[in-house]
């Protein structure tokens, strides 16, 4: 099972989601409120917000997201009973909530919505909500004999475990005999692998590392092994150009035919992992600095 959680300023539309008929929703859990209306239960929410003007994201969203499997046997009593368990685990059990299922699509799923602002005008701390949301609903699931956000991860491990075998033994032997010396070079060897190199690009439109698409899976490069992350890519490309354009400063790539920066973690990536293979070299010449 997997969890999320966020603090937003938008209680009415949200709970208005949550109950939208469209996506056969339905009240699984709810507590110290009194409306059966979407607007009913929005006043309620803000007649408590009131006590607090400075606390703007007064209304706590989450979702809790059972595997497939797991949320097909689930009756309407254990996605109650597994949202009750994922409040106390969070501390908000003395809190105005309601909790909507929705099974519009395979994969059943819990809206959760939370005042933040409790009965004595305090706002609940969100610090870290998300990865705490993720630690309570990982908690709740051992509790209900479901399904972990580890052993799926470890499912999926598994399963990809030769597939990125495959991608990793091309890439070395591109690496080895090819020795493509730009990233354009090293993408082209690898698409006539029919092995597609999808660069990640960030907010700031920068360069911040690779992904692999391979027989219908996507996995990201440091995924495959943690020698093939974007900086150690690009590390070897670099080697191929030859020693004496190592250790010069990298701030942009030509990618596509086209110069693209990068992002700050990931040239600092490529300047490391340049280091090291320069610094080993010269060891094994015996070349001291």
């Not at 409306?35 to 003007?53: L, R, S, W």
Request: proline share 2%; hydrophobic share 35%; net charge positive.
């Amino acid at each position: 099972m997997i969890g999320k959680g966020q603090s937003i300023t938008h209680t009415g539309a949200s709970i208005a989601y949550g109950w939208n008929q469209e996506k056969d929703a339905e009240v699984v859990f709810s507590q110290h409120i009194a409306g059966d209306t979407t607007a009913h239960i929005t006043e309620e929410f803000k007649m408590i917000q009131e006590q607090n003007v400075r606390c703007h994201k007064n209304t706590l969203s989450f979702i809790l997201s059972p595997t497939q499997e797991d949320g097909s046997k689930l009756s309407k009593e254990q996605l109650g009973e597994m949202t009750q368990k994922f409040i106390q685990e969070m501390n908000l059990k003395d809190r105005q909530a309601i909790a909507f299922v929705h099974r519009d699509k395979a994969h059943t799923h819990l809206h959760l919505y939370v005042n933040r602002i409790g009965f004595d005008g305090k706002a609940y701390n969100d610090s870290f909500i998300g990865k705490r949301s993720q630690l309570a609903a990982e908690s709740v699931a051992k509790q209900m004999g479901l399904t972990t956000v580890k052993e799926v991860q470890q499912a999926k491990y598994l399963e990809l475990q030769p597939i990125r075998f495959e991608i990793k033994n091309i890439h070395q032997n591109i690496m080895e005999n090819e020795r493509p010396k730009t990233l354009d070079d090293y993408i082209k060897a690898m698409k006539a692998q029919e092995i597609k190199v999808i660069p990640s690009i960030n907010k700031a439109n920068k360069l911040r590392g690779f992904r692999f698409e391979y027989k219908g899976q996507n996995i990201k490069a440091s995924e495959v092994h943690r020698s093939m992350s974007g900086g150690r890519i690009m590390g070897q490309i670099a080697q191929n150009r030859g020693i004496g354009n190592q250790l010069k400063p990298m701030n942009t790539v030509k990618l596509l035919g086209k110069t693209t920066e990068l992002s700050v973690n990931f040239a600092g990536s490529i300047a490391k992992s340049l280091i090291k293979k320069v610094i080993k070299r010269s060891i094994s010449k015996g070349i001291e600095f």
